[in-house]
């Protein structure tokens, strides 16, 4: 729906050279509700065009919208095959935010949700975020801030993030070329086994402004006794009485997993400071894979397997 208010704020902040304000950072934004004058109706717009960043509002008051660019598109295009997702501050409040498209706005966060600090995605070719101020009477202490992080929603792995699904991940392995390919883009690539399950607990998940839901995972203890490669330090030197690196990594629960001493490539991905699974064949396979690709000259990537 259409409401005639926000399209005049849309309209006046795209037309109103003084509205616009951009922050030197390209990928974070730090601004205050005080400086902006209480008689005008402008929007603020603020670009960012990193692959992750911040945002934090202080004394939030009318309005912002926040444009995320991957830094690989033109600023003008849509990027239908990325997803952004958001995390909120479990102290954020003063705001809630919408999905903004052509003055349509969709509820994606209320403002008492961002207490639970739950993590939200939606396709960037849904729009951009508007972040309105709620009312108030008092706005000293109020702060609006969340993380965001731009995830593809293709690729090796994508499918176990269970941030993306509305639904039921589904569980099916990696192809040969989905495994060659993960061992050359994923944030982290090791050899190792599982040694137990941590916990289960639930990812409070929503894939969508009008679908969510909870997604239960396992995180699971591994200790790798290769480490090719880790976007972050997830995994620490000195797991399992010093015999190599340990961490833990969230996986499905409904994918199941049986400590033991099967060793596999572990792959994935890193958001918010976690690992998440990717493709994960039995090490030994993927030696013969790989071996099999190099002679074919078929590998995308070179990796030391000695």
């Known amino acids: 729906m259409l409401w005639p208010w926000v399209a005049h704020w849309i ?15 390209q990928c974070s934004w730090r601004g205050s509700g005080l400086s902006h004058e209480s008689h005008r109706r402008d929007v603020e717009q603020i670009y960012l065009r990193c692959s992750q960043g911040s945002l934090e509002w202080l004394y939030p008051t009318g309005a912002i919208i926040v444009n995320l660019r991957p830094n690989t598109e033109p600023s003008s295009g849509s990027s239908p095959g990325v997803h952004a997702c958001i ?5 954020s409040q003063g705001a809630q935010v919408y999905l903004e498209w052509a003055g349509d706005l969709r509820l994606l966060l209320g403002e008492r949700e961002q207490a639970q600090g739950t993590v939200h995605c ?3 070719a849904e729009g951009s975020l508007f972040v309105e101020a709620v009312a108030q009477t008092d706005i000293s202490r109020r702060i609006t801030a969340f993380q965001y992080e731009l995830v593809p929603s293709q690729g090796p792995g994508a499918h176990m993030y269970p941030y993306l699904h509305p639904g039921i991940v589904p569980c099916k392995p990696c192809s040969d070329e989905e495994v060659l390919m993960a061992v050359c883009t994923s944030d982290f690539v090791g050899s190792g086994v599982i040694r137990g399950v941590a916990k289960s607990s639930p990812s409070s998940a929503s894939s969508s402004p009008t679908t969510s839901g909870n997604n239960d995972h396992s995180s699971v203890v591994v200790t790798l006794s290769r480490l090719f490669r880790q976007k972050s330090g997830v995994f620490a030197w000195g797991g399992a009485r010093g015999r190599g690196w340990s961490g833990r990594v969230n996986i499905p629960l409904q994918c199941g997993v049986r400590p033991g001493g099967d060793e596999y490539l572990l792959t994935g991905s890193v958001h918010y400071g976690e690992a998440w699974l990717g493709c994960a064949p039995h090490y030994k396979d993927f030696l013969k894979l790989y071996s099999t690709a190099q002679e074919a000259g078929t590998n995308p990537c070179e990796m030391d397997t000695d």
């Open 87 to 91: 995390k909120p501050r479990t102290d």
């Open 122 to 124: 939606f396709s960037l």
């Open 11 to 25: 309209t006046t902040a795209l037309l109103c050279r003084a509205a616009a304000q951009y922050s030197s950072d």
